[in-house]
C-alpha cells in the first residue's frame, strides 16, 4: 500500500493509531455484550448481528440498570463512547485533503447528499483522538468490573454485602487516593 502524498509520516502512523486503538474498542464492545448478555446464545446473536453502534447501547442499558447510583458518570462515558466512535470515523473513512498549513490535514465527507463539514487535524490531534480512544475502552472495562462486583454481589445475596465496592472494582476515576 503506497503513502499517501499529501499527509506526513506523523499523520500515516496517528492515523494506524487510530485504527488500531478503534478495534480494539470495538472488540472491547463486543466483548462487554458477550460477557455480560445472558444466555449465551442471545449474546452470541447480538455481537454477530447488531452494529457496535447498538451494542454500546446495550451495555448501558445493563449497567444503568445495576449501577442507578453512578448513572450521570455512566450517562457520560457513554456520551463520550459515541462522540469518540464518530471522530474515529471522520479520520478512517472521509477523505483526505492538504491544506496551507503543511502540518495539518483536512478530511472531507464526500458522499452525495451529505453536508461537507470539513474537520482540519494536525498529527497530534489524530494521536490525542487514538489516545483518548484508548483510554476509553480500558474505562468501560473498568466498568464493567464494578458492574459485575455489584452483579455477583446482588445474585448470591451473601450475606455479609459490603455497602462499598472495595478499590479494585472501582474505575480508576472513582477510586479514593491511597493513604
Not at 478495534?23 to 457496535?52: C, F, M, R, W
Not at 464526500?110 to 487535524?121: H, L, N, V, Y
Not at 455489584?150 to 445474585?155: A, K, T
Request: contains cysteine.
Amino acid at each position: 500500500m503506497a503513502k499517501l502524498p499529501h499527509l506526513s509520516d506523523e499523520h500515516h502512523f496517528a492515523i494506524a493509531c487510530v485504527a488500531a486503538h478503534a478495534a480494539k474498542l470495538d472488540h472491547t464492545i463486543d466483548s462487554l455484550v458477550y460477557l455480560t448478555i445472558q444466555p449465551e446464545e442471545i449474546s452470541q446473536y447480538l455481537v454477530k448481528n447488531v452494529g457496535a453502534d447498538r451494542l454500546v447501547e446495550l451495555i448501558k442499558i445493563a449497567f444503568l440498570a445495576e449501577l442507578k447510583e453512578y448513572t450521570p458518570k455512566l450517562n457520560l462515558l457513554f456520551e463520550t463512547t459515541k462522540k469518540l466512535r464518530g471522530e474515529r470515523n471522520h479520520v478512517l473513512h472521509w477523505l483526505y485533503e492538504p491544506t496551507s498549513a503543511p502540518d495539518t490535514v483536512r478530511f472531507m465527507d464526500k458522499r452525495r447528499g451529505r453536508e461537507a463539514k470539513p474537520k482540519d487535524m494536525t498529527a497530534k490531534d489524530i494521536q490525542k483522538l487514538a489516545d483518548a480512544i484508548d483510554a476509553n475502552a480500558d474505562e468501560l472495562v473498568e466498568w464493567w468490573n464494578l458492574y459485575n462486583w455489584h452483579y455477583e454481589i446482588r445474585l448470591h445475596g451473601k450475606p455479609s454485602q459490603l455497602t462499598h465496592p472495595p478499590r479494585w472494582a472501582l474505575p480508576r476515576a472513582l477510586r479514593p487516593p491511597r493513604k
